[in-house]
């Protein structure tokens, strides 16, 4: 399937970059991604037609394990496709052109997945890095720290929603192809969904090391939720729900994160002052409750939901 006889000549990892005007940021994420102390990797940018001087910035690298793609912009989900079609390795794993990987990362990666075959999703934790200050999210395991399988993800997920993200994930090739990669023209959730989906098939490995450094002040995120755009991963579990796709044993723990998801994208839209997607909300099978607290936040002061975000996180 990947074109090579000798599985031996493969790299074990290769490094998913979509990169779309990034160009402050693309050379330190890439330098951060070489200085790993695992060496078995590969590397593949794929440029979503940037406009700024992202290509030229990433074309500066050179390093032999590097590939750059460059594309017509068609949207991050084109872009990681693109890379899981051209990967040799038997590993994805992500990471946004603007966040950075501890040197330890991928040897994190290459631990869990050695000890623990078979898994459908790998993932470390991570640190937050916003108004240039670093935060911690609230992690499985909490202090005492965690290495192995978790068992119902949707819970692990509710209680940090943290568990995993698009630079941290790490999934096996074979089964991206098989749940055919990223939903391609959505602009919000499509990575959860695929964390999700592929959990669902094969369960979730994880452990509270911090690895990485999701980067909140980078150009383009602030725009985010301004689309009124309903996250993927919402739709797709209501419908799950409806059609009664989710099983039983993780029904519960599904509902709990599906509410979860709601209430953290509620207070998000309303901050952003995104009223429309906040209405839209209400759209999806929900609870009263939760239907009530879309209707008051539209009266609530916008200072007030800044306590959504310190239950969520803490300052180093």
Not at 45 to 73: A, F, M, W
Not at 109 to 136: M, P, Q, W
Not at 192 to 214: E, F, H
Not at 226 to 231: K, R
Request: glycine share 6%; charged share 25%; aromatic share 12%.
């Amino acid at each position: 399937m990947i074109g090579l006889t000798d599985k031996e000549q493969c790299p074990f990892f290769t490094v998913v970059i979509p990169l779309y005007n990034k160009g402050v940021h693309i050379v330190p994420t890439l330098m951060s991604v070489l200085a790993q102390s695992f060496r078995n990797f590969e590397v593949i940018v794929v440029d979503d037609g940037s406009t700024d001087d992202s290509l030229e910035k990433v074309q500066s690298v050179v390093d032999e394990r590097i590939k750059v793609i460059h594309q017509n912009n068609q949207g991050v989900s084109v872009a990681r496709n693109r890379g899981i079609q051209e990967a040799k390795g038997e590993y994805i794993a992500f990471l946004d052109a603007d966040d950075f990987w501890y040197e330890w990362h991928l040897d994190e990666l290459h631990r869990l997945t050695s000890n623990f075959r078979g898994y459908g999703v790998y993932s470390v934790a991570h640190e937050i890095c916003r108004d240039k200050k670093l935060f911690t999210p609230r992690t499985w395991g909490g202090e005492s720290g965690f290495c192995g399988v978790v068992d119902n993800f949707y819970a692990a997920f509710s209680e940090s929603l943290s568990l995993v993200n698009s630079t941290t994930a790490c999934l096996p090739r074979d089964l991206l192809l098989e749940i055919k990669g990223f939903p391609e023209g959505i602009k919000k959730g499509e990575d959860v969904y695929v964390w999700l989906k592929a959990a669902s098939l094969k369960g979730l490995v994880y452990s509270s090391k911090i690895c990485a450094r999701y980067n909140q002040d980078a150009q383009s995120r602030s725009n985010l939720n301004l689309s009124d755009e309903i996250p993927f991963y919402l739709v797709w579990l209501n419908k799950s729900f409806i059609r009664e796709e989710v099983p039983t044993h993780l029904k519960n723990s599904a509902k709990k994160f599906f509410e979860a998801g709601i209430f953290y994208n509620a207070a998000g839209f309303r901050l952003d002052g995104n009223l429309k997607a906040l209405s839209k909300l209400k759209e999806l099978n929900i609870p009263l409750r939760l239907r009530f607290f879309i209707t008051i936040l539209k009266f609530l002061p916008k200072g007030l939901l800044s306590l959504a975000k310190k239950y969520r996180h803490k300052e180093k």
